[in-house]
């Protein structure tokens, strides 16, 4: 089956600075791939889609000088949390989808958990 | 607007018996697409099944089952004789206008 990793799977950093979230489709190619947040005891948030060689389209509310998301290639996107503070502590999930059209099976990676102290 | 609510907060039940997850959902999208996923403590999410609107038949696998009735537009999830490895936390998703947005999630508890 399809495979998506995320590197790490836990971070802890410190107020202001940044982190970066790696998301890898291991075993296919990923045309599309989204980051969720979750906080805990709550349900998963959408908070970007992204395309191979585009700009990622975030969500509304979601910063997008905050949250930089880069998807280089097709099987790596990247979410870098700039100047975290400790709100963004959260459960960071990326999933990705090996070919385009509608309810096409989104395969998630097991999460990074991100605490900022 | 799309919207999946899923009513239940937590449920607890005692091993071996039957427990009905509930999942509504809202859309105006002709085309979509349903989902159910089991989030265990470790975070990852876990694929159960995908339904697309067009197709109402119920689905059966091992102990889990899953009901599809557009006319109420609900899509449950019913396991049976639950075990002690069904704890988890369960999401109903909707895909529709390009995304997929999840509901609340039920945590279920079962106990020995």
């Known amino acids: 089956g399809a495979v998506v990793s995320q590197h790490p799977s836990r971070v802890i950093c410190k107020s202001g600075t940044s982190v970066k979230i790696e998301c890898r489709s291991l075993?296919?190619?990923?045309?599309?791939m989204f980051w969720y947040r979750q906080f805990p005891k709550q349900s998963l948030m959408l908070m970007a889609t992204?395309?191979?060689?585009?700009?990622?389209?975030?969500e509304q509310g979601v910063e997008k000088d905050k949250f930089l998301i880069n998807h280089a290639s097709l099987t790596l996107s990247t979410l870098t949390v700039t100047s975290a503070h400790p709100e963004d502590s959260s459960f960071y999930i990326c999933?990705?989808?090996?070919?385009?059209?509608?309810?096409?099976?989104?395969?998630f990676g097991p999460g990074t958990r991100l605490t900022v102290t | 607007a799309q919207k999946v609510t899923q009513a239940q907060t937590e449920i607890s039940v005692v091993e071996k018996e039957d427990v009905t997850l509930d999942c509504v959902y809202e859309?105006?999208?002709?085309?979509?697409?349903l989902f159910w996923y089991k989030q265990p403590p470790s975070g990852e999410l876990v694929f159960l099944i995908r339904?697309?609107?067009?197709?109402?038949q119920n689905e059966i696998s091992g102990r889990y089952s899953w009901n599809f009735q557009k006319s109420t537009s609900s899509f449950n999830f019913t396991i049976t004789a639950s075990q002690v490895v069904d704890s988890a936390v369960y999401f109903c998703?909707?895909?529709?206008?390009?995304?997929?947005?999840f509901g609340a999630g039920t945590r279920l508890a079962v106990h020995p």
């Open positions: 999933s990705a989808r090996d070919v385009p059209g509608q309810g096409r099976e989104q395969y």
């Open positions: 075993d296919f190619q990923a045309t599309t």
């Open positions: 992204s395309n191979e060689g585009s700009k990622a389209t975030y």
């Open positions: 859309t105006r999208d002709t085309t979509y697409y």
């Open positions: 339904r697309n609107s067009f197709d109402e």
């Open positions: 998703a909707l895909y529709g206008y390009n995304k997929l947005i």
